[in-house]
């Protein structure tokens, strides 16, 4: 079985462009979670869908935004890129929503993003 | 706000021994705890999910636990090998969905062949 599967899994991008992120869970998995990974820093919560629905926001700008389409895969797009949006930009899903209970999150691999 | 600390920040041992990674949190009312392992440059591997009504768990070489009222866990590796070096993350899970795991900034782990 294929795991979470994140493309791409690097890019580079100047101040002020627009990136796109992809992400396709395990297979049987409804939900998708968005987390940023500064660079010696621990995961931080972007955003949680199921069913297609958004279901949780971390503390992030308006900039960033997400969907999950009808086959469970999720797209995470960036605009006016900052430097500080370089990071390690990582996918989780789950059978269920949240984070509670026996919920496991499994990761992908990630798609590295640069700003210059 | 839920936080989590890990200590130490960086940890270097000879390969054989037993060794223990602490986490602390702040908020009691958690509703799981789990420990990752991240590789250089690559994703999270979950290795251990304690869910809050349980004490421990353990896997192989790895033992977990969780003391929710004194908001502590530790990950216990036992019999370390060079190939247990990387960073470990605790991540809990304390607002049901709408707030997604909360990390630490874990533990780098060295083991010295």
């Known amino acids: 079985d294929a795991g979470v599967t994140q493309s791409p899994t690097h890019l580079i991008k100047t101040r002020g462009q627009h990136v796109t992120l992809r992400c396709s869970p395990i297979?049987?998995?409804?939900?998708v979670s968005w987390y940023q990974q500064v660079l010696g820093q621990g995961p931080q919560f972007i955003f949680q869908?199921?069913?297609?629905?958004?279901?949780g926001r971390g503390n992030f700008p308006d900039r960033f935004s997400a969907r999950q389409f009808p086959n469970y895969s999720s797209e995470l797009n960036v605009n006016a890129l900052l430097l500080g949006d370089s990071a390690l930009y990582l996918c989780?899903?789950?059978?269920?929503?949240?984070?509670?209970?026996?919920?496991?999150?499994?990761f992908g691999a990630g798609s590295r993003l640069t700003v210059l | 706000k839920q936080e989590v600390t890990q200590i130490p920040a960086a940890l270097s041992v000879p390969e054989g021994e037993n060794l223990v990674l602490n986490c602390s949190f702040t908020?009691?009312?958690?509703?799981?705890l789990q420990w990752f392992r991240q590789d250089p440059g690559k994703g999270l591997t979950s290795l251990l999910l304690?869910?809050?009504?349980?004490r421990e768990q353990t896997s192989g070489r790895l033992n977990a636990s969780l003391d929710k009222s004194s908001g502590r866990s530790t990950l216990y590796i036992a019999a370390s090998q060079p190939g247990d070096s990387a960073t470990y993350l605790c991540?809990?899970?304390?607002?049901?969905?709408?707030?997604?795991?909360?990390f630490g900034k874990g533990t780098h782990l060295i083991i010295q062949p």
């Open positions: 989780a899903s789950s059978l269920l929503a949240g984070t509670s209970g026996a919920n496991v999150l499994t």
């Open positions: 297979s049987g998995h409804k939900s």
């Open positions: 869908y199921y069913e297609k629905e958004e279901r």
């Open positions: 908020d009691s009312a958690i509703y799981n």
């Open positions: 304690i869910q809050s009504s349980q």
């Open positions: 991540a809990v899970g304390s607002g049901g969905g709408a707030d997604g795991l909360t």
